[in-house]
């Protein structure tokens, strides 16, 4: 893997190899963020199906679609 190094005060780029200590905080910083989308995409999806459910037994309760976008708006 590479690293690009821009030096603002000369205006130069360095491009150089990524140290072994680079490339392991950079893969951990890859699983990390793996496992924060995937409980963010978890999360989404609970939320959903809560509220479907939710839609769901306020129907059974009788109320139309349209007093529980009422409720829920």
């Known amino acids: 893997m590479k690293v690009i190094e821009f030096d603002c005060l000369t205006q130069t780029q360095t491009v150089r190899d990524m140290t072994a200590v680079e490339i392991v905080e950079s893969d951990a910083l890859a699983v990390q963020a793996a496992e924060r989308k995937a409980e963010e995409e978890a999360a ?3 939320a ?3 509220k479907a459910s939710g839609n769901q037994k306020l129907k059974d309760l009788g ?3 349209d007093e529980i ?3 829920t708006s």
Do not use: M, P, V
Request: hydrophobic share 60%; charged share 35%; glycine share 0%.
């Open 44 to 46: 989404a999806e609970k």
């Open 69 to 71: 976008a009422a409720l």
């Open 48 to 50: 959903a199906a809560d």
């Open 63 to 65: 109320l139309t679609d």
